[in-house]
């Protein structure tokens, strides 16, 4: 509950959100508008400064061709004269030069050697590093005239552009903050306005759905001057009739309800009383048929074990046999249904190698009536702790369905031996391969329809693995099927 208040929000946060957002929007705005004027500032630094270069550049050059029509015309007009006289009257002739160049250019001469013969005076400054500075070599008076341009004045130019800028950034922030400030009260008050009028329709419209659900009375559609709103009531006002009409065929409803209800219990009493009857009366007949059908059957295996010890056997005989232990298996199985929910079937240590040597000798006479033979490969002394009869469940089954699924006169192999913690019995037969191996172990399913049975076999040994932590591997393939069992070592 409390986190949901959390997670409900009011229309006076949210229009505090709205306002703060709006607020801190225009101060971004303002912020990138002052800052793209702050980037602009500096590509036009950047613009004086490379013009203010280039234009330097330009002087220094054009003064160093000066001086070197100069040295040309000076040295065509005294060339026979001693070169000392000539740098005389050449200094002469640039000193006449400096006195219309710019406050800032200067000239110089030197000779090959280094030494200085002119060097006009550098105003204001000694470090000339940072100076536009040009050279060329005038062979003939073996001089190497020079040409500078002082670029400390660049300084004074950015220093006066600056300033000129703060000037216009201060004015410009101040305008662009006070527009902003002007525009946000402006869109304060106006959405304050609205939210207020909004506010006034939901609490209305809250009113009239509180009163509507005490005397379903419709909300009045002129009081209501948003038209989003007025579609909210107007589906409002249909859901409040059709509440009042369905409530009114509630109440005729609930006044035939109690005997409606009645009617019915008595009618569901009767249904599940007699549904009660049938399963009773189903599960006696179960129970009295496996007792009846136990009785013949154990009459007709004594009859033939007493007539196998005074005759020879008879083939005929054996196949009835036969037939018999295949209905004794049956029946062995529907009494485990019958009685596994009743019954709490006990463990006690067995030696697994004697009792399914008694097994397959049971099934020997099943086995030679379908013209089979088993081959068994059991090794003495292992034990296991398990129940007897749930274990004769699982050994039958596995002989009954080799022998039932095999072919004839192929052998049917048992093999029991030991593992590390597990005690294997495997149960091999040759017969067509089965299409879905783990479909087998469910009730009531048969891949061969025509082989007979319930379908309750392998179910019933899959339920008792199971519940002892029996694994069970199936490999079927066209030249055999193998069912292998591992048991816990007792």
């Given amino acids: 509950m409390l986190q949901k208040k959390k997670d409900n929000k009011s229309i006076n946060q949210i229009n505090f959100m709205a306002i703060l957002f709006a607020g801190l929007f225009a101060f971004l705005s303002a912020c990138l508008v002052i800052v793209n004027e702050y980037l602009d500032f500096q590509k036009e630094i950047k613009v004086v400064e490379e013009s203010y ?13 000066l001086l ?9 007009q005294s060339k026979n004269l001693p070169k000392e006289k000539i740098y005389k009257k050449l200094k002469e002739d640039i000193t006449a030069l400096m006195a219309n160049m710019e406050a800032q250019n200067y000239v110089f001469l030197k000779r090959s050697s280094g030494e200085i013969i002119y060097r006009s005076a550098v105003l204001n400054h000694e470090d000339t590093s940072k100076d536009i500075i ?32 703060e000037d216009k950034i201060i004015n410009f922030v101040l305008k662009i903050y006070m527009l902003t400030l002007f525009l946000y009260l402006v869109s304060t008050v106006e959405y304050r306005y609205v939210s207020d009028i909004m506010k006034r329709e939901i609490r209305f419209i809250v009113y009239s759905f509180k009163k509507a659900s005490q005397s379903y009375e419709f909300i009045d559609m002129e009081k ?21 009409s369905k409530n009114s065929a509630l109440v005729d409803l609930n006044s035939n309800l109690e005997g409606i209800v009645e009617q019915k219990t008595i009618e569901l009493k009767r249904s599940v009383d007699f549904t009660q009857e049938l399963l009773e009366k189903q599960d006696r007949f179960v129970k009295n048929a496996i007792h009846e059908i136990n009785t013949p059957l154990s009459i007709i295996l004594m009859n033939i074990d007493l007539y196998n010890l005074k005759f020879d056997k008879n083939p005929y005989l054996i196949k009835i046999e036969a037939a018999v232990k295949v209905l004794d298996n049956i029946y062995e199985d529907l009494a485990y249904v019958v009685k596994k929910d009743r019954v709490v079937y006990e463990k006690s240590m067995i030696d697994f190698s004697k009792f399914i040597t008694e097994r397959v000798e049971y099934f020997e006479d099943v086995a030679e009536g379908n013209k089979l033979h088993i081959v068994t490969d059991i090794a003495p002394d292992l034990f296991i ?24 006169k192929q052998p049917l192999h048992v093999r029991l031996y030991a ?22 172990f469910g009730r009531y399913y048969r891949e061969d329809e025509a082989r007979g049975g319930f379908g309750l076999g392998l179910n ?3 339920e008792i693995c199971d519940s002892n932590d029996v694994s069970i591997d199936v490999l079927s393939d066209e030249s055999r099927t193998l069912f292998a069992y591992r048991f816990p070592k007792g």
């Fill in 224 to 244: 209501i001057k948003f038209q989003e709103f007025q579609e909210i009531v107007t589906h409002a006002n249909v859901m409040i009739e059709e509440i009042k």
């Fill in 460 to 462: 019933i040994v899959k």
């Fill in 385 to 408: 702790v398990f129940n007897e009869i749930e274990l004769q469940r699982i050994c039958d089954n596995n002989l009954s369905n080799a022998i039932k699924y095999s072919y004839e």
């Fill in 53 to 65: 270069i280039q234009m330097q550049q330009k002087s220094a050059s054009t003064q160093l061709s």
């Fill in 419 to 440: 593992e590390e913690e597990s005690v294997v019995l495997e149960v091999q037969n040759c017969g067509e391969m089965i299409q879905a191996p783990w479909k087998v």
């Fill in 68 to 76: 070197q029509n100069i040295a040309e015309y000076r040295y065509s």
């Fill in 134 to 165: 040009v050279t060329q070599l005038y062979e003939p008076l073996d001089l190497l005239l020079g040409s500078g341009v002082s670029t400390h004045s660049i300084e004074d130019v950015l220093a006066q552009k600056k300033k000129a800028y």
